[in-house]
């Protein structure tokens, strides 16, 4: 008991010592302060106000159905100690953990004493998360040609291949078919030469003159540079006219 020399309120819950006035008298003699003895079963009837004991004494943890209460009781950095445990040492010390209790630690295996936090419970603090800036120890750069081989140039990142000219007709080209074929939105100026390609073709063909004569049987007898290639068998002399749907374009 001389570890808790110097403690003024003393809380002693005891359950059936026979000797129970020896046991205050030597709380007394080593502590020198005030001994409050309560009974075990008697201790949720008092009325005790919280943060009142610098120390409470406790004869066996079995009298206790939980260590909060005895938390509530004790000025911050009070002292439970417990005379007495059943249980594991470790799961008393986690219970006492648990409950709020700090430092706990036991003696010759038969004894637990541990402490209550600095802070009474429910203490709030402000938190400020503002950050004064030491602008001394702000990183600067004063030297720009010390940290200039550090960079990386970018021409080095580039090879020959990356450096070509693209060919412009490849641009033109549809990237999956590889046809030319134009974009519904075509900006690049393909659908307009398509287009071109297709009058010019279309005025060849109306101004075309058979040479071979047999360019009205149909494809089978048609040359391949025949400007009636695609289109169906008519009969000669007869004025070849397409429907409207087959003279607008599919794309």
């Not at 943060?51 to 409470?56: N, Q």
């Amino acid at each position: 008991m001389e570890e808790f020399k110097g403690s003024e309120k003393i809380l002693y819950i005891w359950s059936q010592s026979t000797n129970l006035e020896e046991k205050v008298n030597q709380i007394t003699a080593c502590t020198g302060g005030t001994v409050q003895v309560e009974k075990f079963d008697r201790l949720s009837l008092a009325s005790y106000p919280s943060a009142c004991f610098d120390l409470i004494i406790l004869e066996n943890d079995q009298l206790a159905d939980g260590f909060d209460k005895f938390l509530y009781l004790l000025k911050p950095e009070g002292i439970l100690h417990l005379l007495s445990f059943v249980s594991s040492e470790n799961s008393i010390l986690q219970e006492l953990k648990l409950s709020g209790f700090i430092s706990s630690r036991v003696a010759n295996n038969t004894t637990v004493t541990c402490e209550k936090p600095k802070y009474e419970t429910g203490s709030a603090v402000k938190l400020s998360f503002a950050r004064s800036v030491n602008t001394a120890a702000v990183w600067k750069i004063d030297d720009y040609e010390a940290i200039d081989d550090d960079l990386i140039n970018e021409d080095d990142l580039l090879d020959e291949e990356d450096k070509k000219k693209p060919n412009p007709e490849t641009l033109k080209v549809c990237g999956t078919t590889g046809k030319r074929k134009a974009c519904k939105n075509c900006i690049c100026g393909l659908a307009d030469e398509l287009e071109a390609e297709r009058q010019k073709s279309h005025v060849k063909t109306q101004n075309a003159k058979s040479s071979c004569g047999n360019c009205y049987l149909g494809d089978a007898f048609r040359c391949s540079t025949c400007p009636y290639l695609g289109k169906p068998a008519f009969k000669p002399g007869e004025k070849v006219e397409l429907a409207d749907r087959l003279l607008n374009p599919d794309i």
